[in-house]
């Protein structure tokens, strides 16, 4: 049984669609974000306004490398930023299949318009943040995953089906 990682962009639905995911398959769940703030004992934003945000990325480096000595079989819900660095995409693809839940920016500002967890989006224009983000990362995405699902307007069951039929037998 191979782990289920699911990627894409912050308030694409990682979590959300992860919980469902995780129960309707009877899998772990395991989110890289909470397992970072468990071991060091602090908030993702006080990470970044602590340490700062390469700390914060070779935590999420560090995390994948624990991952790879973990049960397989869990369905992994990675950080927005994590298939950014180089490194960290090859790590996913030896974890297991890569999910990428693909967002319209549009989507992403409603959801997150009264969000203040997520530092990158906070101060200034929240809209021209997650669009300049965005048009960075999405090709760094798209290389990174096994499987693309477009998720706006789609409720979190279709999300999950349409993950479930296209990781069949995995
Ligand atoms: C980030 C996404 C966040 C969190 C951190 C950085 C990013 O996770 O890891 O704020 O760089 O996109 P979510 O995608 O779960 O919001």
Request: a neutral charge.
């Amino acid at each position: 049984m191979k782990n289920i990682i699911l990627t894409g962009f912050m308030g694409c639905g990682k979590t959300s669609v992860g919980i469902r995911l995780s129960y309707k398959m009877r899998r772990t769940l395991t989110d890289t974000d909470k397992k970072i703030e468990r071991l060091y004992r602090m908030s993702v934003p006080e990470i970044f306004e602590k340490l700062g945000e390469e700390a914060f990325r070779d935590m999420e480096t560090q995390c994948l490398e624990r991952l790879l000595e973990e049960p397989e079989g869990q369905i992994i819900a990675v950080g927005g930023g994590l298939p950014m660095r180089e490194r960290n995409r090859g790590l996913l693809k030896k974890l297991g299949r890569v999910v990428y839940l693909r967002v319209k920016p549009e989507t992403v500002c409603i959801r997150l318009a009264a969000d203040t967890q997520r530092p990158l989006l906070q101060g200034g224009d929240k809209e021209e943040k997650v669009r300049a983000l965005m048009e960075k990362r999405a090709s760094l995405y798209e290389d990174a995953a096994d499987i693309t699902i477009d998720v706006d307007e789609k409720t979190i069951d279709v999300i999950v089906n349409e993950i479930l039929e296209k990781t069949e037998g995995e």
